[in-house]
């Protein structure tokens, strides 16, 4: 059962994170963070910890993009509404603490390497989603 739900959440997870309008991202940004991953794990051979780490240094750079646009979203808003999306990227980024307690609970505890693979994949795909979700915020409140 246990396993059931697990699997449930994670492509509930999926789910969510994964549709993200992306008429308004910068194509260029997140090819480059990606060419970066993929040179990187060239260089690494494609071991398992090689991998996990170009993967980090990706999720890294995204977590960079992130706090960029937040600044710049919070000059774009009124004081009102700024209150209110510190509130809501507060929550995002709880949120992404919990997700990566999660994955050391629940898939770094498995046996087989792959799997912290997969638990630094979601992790990726959680904050390049993000990146993309205010990238299109952002890009609507400037046009």
């Keep these: 059962m246990k396993k059931y739900l697990l699997k449930m959440l994670i ?8 549709i993200v309008p ?5 194509r260029n940004l997140s090819d480059s963070i990606d060419k970066q991953i993929e040179e990187c794990m060239h260089s690494t051979n494609y071991t398992t910890a090689g991998m996990n780490a170009c ?9 960079k993009e992130i706090n960029k646009l937040v600044k710049k979203i919070k000059k774009e808003l009124s004081p009102e509404a700024a209150e209110i999306f510190e509130m809501s990227h507060k929550h995002w980024l709880e949120h992404y603490k919990d997700e990566e307690e999660l994955m ?5 505890a498995m046996s087989g390497t792959i799997h912290t693979n997969y638990a630094r994949e979601i992790m990726y795909n959680l904050v390049k989603n993000r990146a993309k979700y205010l990238n299109v915020f952002y890009c609507d409140l400037t046009e």
């Design 22 to 26: 992306v008429q308004a991202f910068d």
């Design 55 to 63: 993967i980090f240094k990706g999720e890294q750079a995204w977590l």
């Design 104 to 108: 050391q609970e629940a898939l770094y």
């Design 11 to 18: 492509a509930l997870f999926f789910a969510v994170n994964c």
